[in-house]
C-alpha cells in the first residue's frame, strides 16, 4: 500500500505563487513516476505535470502545455516526494489538484495509476 498526502493550496493573487507538496509513506518500487492532475468544477481532470525515475537512471519531467514555463514539479531525493512550483498564476488555473504515483510509467491521461491523493485545492484571483 501506497499513502499520499498533498498539501500547500491555499488562496493566491494572480501572478503569485505557491508551491505543492505531495508526500508518499508505503511500500517502494524500482520505478516511479507522480503525476499532478487538477479537476476545476464543471470540468474534467487535467494532466498537470509528472516525473519519472527509476533506480539505475535520473529523473525525466513532463508538463502540460498551459502550464509549461510556469509550473516546475521536483522530488526529494531522500523521500519519495514531489513538488510542484507553481509561478504566475492565472485565475484559469484554479482547481482541486491531485498527487498520483505510478509504479510504471507515466500515464498523462490519469486512467490506471496506481495510487491517488485526496488533493488540495489552488485558488486563485483576479
Known amino acids: 500500500q501506497v499513502q499520499l498526502v498533498e498539501s500547500g493550496g491555499g488562496l493566491v493573487q494572480a501572478g503569485g505563487s505557491l508551491r505543492l507538496s505531495c508526500a508518499a509513506s508505503?511500500?517502494?518500487?524500482?520505478?516511479?513516476?507522480m503525476h499532478w492532475f487538477r479537476q476545476a468544477p464543471g470540468k474534467e481532470r487535467e494532466f498537470v505535470a509528472a516525473i519519472s525515475w527509476s533506480g539505475w537512471s535520473g529523473s525525466v519531467t513532463y508538463y502540460a502545455d498551459s502550464v509549461k514555463g510556469r509550473f516546475t514539479i521536483s522530488r526529494d531525493n531522500a523521500k519519495i516526494t514531489v513538488y510542484l512550483q507553481m509561478n504566475s498564476l492565472k485565475p484559469e488555473d484554479t482547481a482541486v489538484y491531485y498527487c498520483a504515483l505510478d509504479s510504471r510509467m507515466v500515464r498523462r491521461s490519469g486512467n490506471g495509476i496506481d495510487y491517488w491523493g485526496k488533493g488540495t485545492l489552488v485558488t486563485v484571483s483576479s
Open positions: 508505503g511500500r517502494t518500487f524500482s520505478m516511479y513516476a
